[in-house]
């Protein structure tokens, strides 16, 4: 039999389209183990109205995403935006922790980059990073785009 038919389907482009400058993913997905509430989504839905309370509506979108492979650390958080450093936090509560996350969406939207030290990200922002993507610097040619 050909190889061409034994390998698995390509999973299709995914793309999101960005209506604001700043954008945080709350993954609607994650759950605690055992448990059959799902706090991803009671996350995502105070943080919008947390950001919006803030003033922050016109430079954020809050959106829901897939899962973020932050399965054992529910619930999931990351922001991006362009020409800025991605953060995913992981250990997030909806109860507890939403003064935080718009402590650090103001600190994010301020940075030039993305970048900071964990003692200016607030609460337990600081000690639960899953990850920091450096922002894509493509090189073309002799053209730079970011």
Do not use: N
């Not at 990200?121 to 993507?133: C, D, Q, S, T």
């Amino acid at each position: 039999m050909d190889d061409l038919l034994r390998r698995p389907v390509a999973t299709p482009p995914y793309a999101v389209t960005q209506r604001a400058r700043h954008q945080i993913l709350v993954c609607q997905t994650c759950r605690h183990k055992g448990d059959t509430c799902r706090p991803g989504l009671q996350l995502l839905e105070r943080l919008r109205v947390a950001i919006a309370a803030a003033g922050l509506g016109d430079g954020f979108e809050v959106s829901g995403t897939a899962c973020m492979a932050g399965c054992d650390r529910p619930c999931t958080v990351a922001w991006r935006a362009t020409s800025k450093a991605t953060w995913l936090f992981g250990d997030i509560s909806p109860d507890e922790d939403i003064d935080d996350l718009v402590a650090f969406a103001r600190l994010y939207r301020d940075l030039d980059d993305g970048w900071c030290r964990a003692a200016d990200r607030p609460g337990k922002l600081a000690e639960h990073v899953l990850a920091r993507i450096p922002a894509a610097l493509i090189v073309t040619g002799e053209e730079v785009v970011q």
